[in-house]
């Protein structure tokens, strides 16, 4: 079996500039870099990572948990997942996705991971995950709002989700929509609270009086009724209680989609009787359901992107200054989902 001396020797270089080529940390000019990959294949060399590891007391792996139900991966999920394996490969990590299973987080299992550090998405109020990685000194960056009380200053990327329910709110207002239904994310999780508070402070400003069929949460992920979160909802508040709503908040696509199966079963339409507006969608899906989808661009493929390299800064790896909390915009895909009154 090759090892790195025989690559060096054959490509004429040292040992260090073969390493740097592999793990990434330092660049190598493209000359270099060919003649290296060029005796590897011909060596038939494969980096022996547990070996590099071993050199530089690193695993070279951070971790990304990502909490789940029986349901799969949304495009948010994917797009994330995508930016954070793609940055995390520049320099020379692997990434290892944490699937735990929402009623077993508490397992202490996560801090023993062989990982030099971690990324956690989808945290909620007093996050054990977060507390595992805290109490095992794990450096880690989480995407959202932290709610832990023993965890203080912890580095974050998130969406302004504040300035995005402002955003939303004063959209639909702008077209004369007052009786509005927000079909938020899961109560525990902080993005929810976040943005019931940019909501209900939206009404008071708009002298809107906050009713109690205004503001839902989505079902916990092991829930059966998770699915089909937003068609009940919509069916009960319109047929059941009879109240009147001209616009309704999605938290995402698959949400908006169940909202869109109830209106159509009572006989209603988007958007000549109600607007729809979408939190986070998949924008290829939404342009082509009927009619296309308004909704809000969180850029997820930057949050991943953002959450490696402020990870990265915390390992040491990237240096320069970098702010403990990184806020990435988003912006309004106006669909024909949403009308005016």
Do not use: W
């Not at 060029?38 to 990304?64: C, D, F, Q």
């Not at 595992?132 to 302004?160: E, M, R």
């Not at 068609?231 to 698959?254: G, M, N, P, Q, W």
């Amino acid at each position: 079996m090759a090892k790195i001396d025989d690559v060096a020797r054959l490509a004429g270089v040292s040992k260090g500039t073969v390493s740097n080529v592999f793990s990434q940390k330092r660049p190598t000019s493209e000359k270099v870099t060919d003649k290296v990959l060029e005796a590897s294949r011909e060596l038939n060399y494969v980096p022996n990572h547990i070996a590099r590891s071993l050199v530089t007391k690193k695993t070279m792996a951070i971790g990304l948990t990502i909490p789940h139900g029986n349901f799969f991966f949304n495009t948010f999920h994917n797009q994330f997942i995508n930016g954070v394996i793609l940055e995390a490969s520049h320099y020379g990590y692997r990434v290892l996705l944490d699937m735990v299973p929402v009623e077993k987080v508490k397992t202490p299992s996560l801090a023993s991971y062989p990982i030099d550090g971690a990324i956690v998405l989808g945290p909620t109020e007093e996050d054990e995950r977060i507390n595992l990685l805290h109490l095992n000194q794990i450096p880690f960056v989480t995407i959202g709002k932290i709610f832990n009380a023993n965890v203080k200053d912890a580095s974050t990327v998130n969406n302004d989700n504040f300035q995005i329910i402002r955003d939303i709110c004063s959209y639909l207002i702008d077209k004369g929509h007052r009786s509005m239904m927000f079909l938020n994310a899961n109560e525990l999780m902080t993005v929810a609270i976040e943005r019931r508070e940019a909501f209900i402070e939206v009404l008071t400003n708009h002298q809107i009086d906050l009713q109690e069929h205004m503001i839902h949460y989505k079902p916990a992920l092991t829930s059966s009724k998770y699915m089909n979160y937003g068609y009940d909802e919509t069916v009960h508040v319109l047929s059941e209680l009879k109240e009147r709503v001209t616009a309704i908040i999605a938290d995402d696509d698959r949400t908006a989609f169940s909202v869109m199966n109830a209106i159509k079963d009572l006989g209603l339409s988007v958007p000549e009787d109600l607007s729809l507006f979408v939190i986070c969608g998949d924008l290829s899906m939404m342009h082509k359901a009927t009619p296309s989808l308004t909704g809000m661009d969180l850029q997820s493929s930057e949050l991943g992107v953002h959450s490696v390299r402020l990870l990265m800064h915390k390992l040491g790896i990237l240096d320069g200054d970098f702010p403990e909390h990184m806020i990435i915009s988003s912006k309004i895909i106006e669909g024909d989902s949403c009308s005016s009154l």
